[in-house]
């Protein structure tokens, strides 16, 4: 089978380094195809980052690199009869223990000491601004990998875990969890929230002013799903208003993050581009699922992570 490589997968890895990857895979060559609609003619499936209008005259099969889908028009997909799969279930490590460095660095106040470090500053703490996360408590808001990857973590912190997914059935390492319906409940006594559902019409603006309003004013918000997930005015006035004491935020309603936006100057507010789930192995999990994906069509069998 022949894939073409999108140039667009630079934005998270050399496409060098997946065609290699891939070309000593059987049954597998690879070819870097650029931005060509011609080139891409000659493949049966292309590897990409980005959504492109010609993928779906041009291939019979779109991986996408990350586990979100929401910039891939999946209804288009259906009605052409191309199929759609994604790169979920590859993250729970990388982003999981990207959270708990959020935590740590906002219980520990190492934020504002590589801030000071700017500024040659010598910035002694308040003597009770630092805390230890053991026995301090995580809502997880998304139970799938990346979530049960965070809670995993958590617990080994020794954290209180407790979730939010669509249905409250059990996950063996969250202490409790609650159906979509309880969210506000979740949200109450929790230090730390974190966000990591993907982007659809019923997560879209999840967390809003009311929302907000029900965490506790010492706890602190981390997004790692998507800036559409969270209503970024109220998050900021929410900020500005001592509503929560701070965030650490990965994703954003516009990235690259506006150079006005107020989130920039906040010195309880970590933000971070769009980097959660990089490691340096990332090309390699996406050439595994890709590779399997390849075995499979030729077995007949359905796609591993298949969206459309």
């Not at 959504?51 to 891939?72: N, T």
Request: hydrophobic content about 45%; glycine content about 8%; proline content about 5%.
């Amino acid at each position: 089978m022949k894939l073409g490589i999108h140039e667009s997968v630079e934005a998270v890895f050399p496409p060098a380094e997946l065609e290699t990857f891939l070309d000593d895979a059987d049954g597998v060559e690879a070819e870097q195809i650029g931005d060509d609609p011609i080139a891409l003619g000659a493949c049966d499936g292309v590897v990409t980052f980005d959504y492109r209008e010609y993928f779906l005259d041009a291939v019979d099969w779109v991986h996408s690199i990350q586990a979100g889908v929401d910039r891939f028009p999946q209804d288009e997909f259906e009605a052409e009869g191309v199929v759609l799969t994604n790169s979920t279930g590859i993250h729970g490590a990388s982003v999981g223990e990207t959270v708990v460095g959020y935590m740590t660095a906002l219980a520990r106040n190492l934020h504002a000491y590589r801030s000071a470090q700017d500024r040659e500053e010598w910035a002694d703490p308040d003597w009770d601004r630092p805390f230890t996360l053991a026995d301090e408590s995580v809502c997880v808001v998304g139970l799938g990998t990346i979530g049960q990857g965070v809670a995993e973590r958590a617990t080994w912190m020794g954290m209180d875990v407790w979730g939010v997914r669509r249905t409250p059935d059990p996950v063996p390492i969250v202490d409790e969890v609650y159906g979509h319906e309880g969210l506000h409940t979740a949200l109450m006594d929790a230090k730390f929230v974190v966000l990591a559902v993907p982007l659809t019409p019923s997560t879209r603006r999840m967390i809003g002013p009311a929302e907000l309003a029900a965490m506790r004013d010492d706890a602190y918000l981390i997004n790692v799903a998507r800036g559409g997930v969270v209503v970024q005015d109220a998050l900021v006035s929410a900020l500005e208003d001592g509503e929560i004491a701070g965030a650490a935020l990965d994703v954003f309603q516009e990235e690259p993050l506006p150079k006005e936006s107020p989130l920039w100057g906040m010195d309880d507010v970590i933000v971070t581009p769009h980097a959660a789930a990089r490691t340096r192995d990332y090309f390699r999990d996406v050439a595994e699922i890709v590779i399997d994906n390849v075995e499979r069509q030729g077995e007949g069998l359905t796609l591993r992570n298949q969206v459309v």
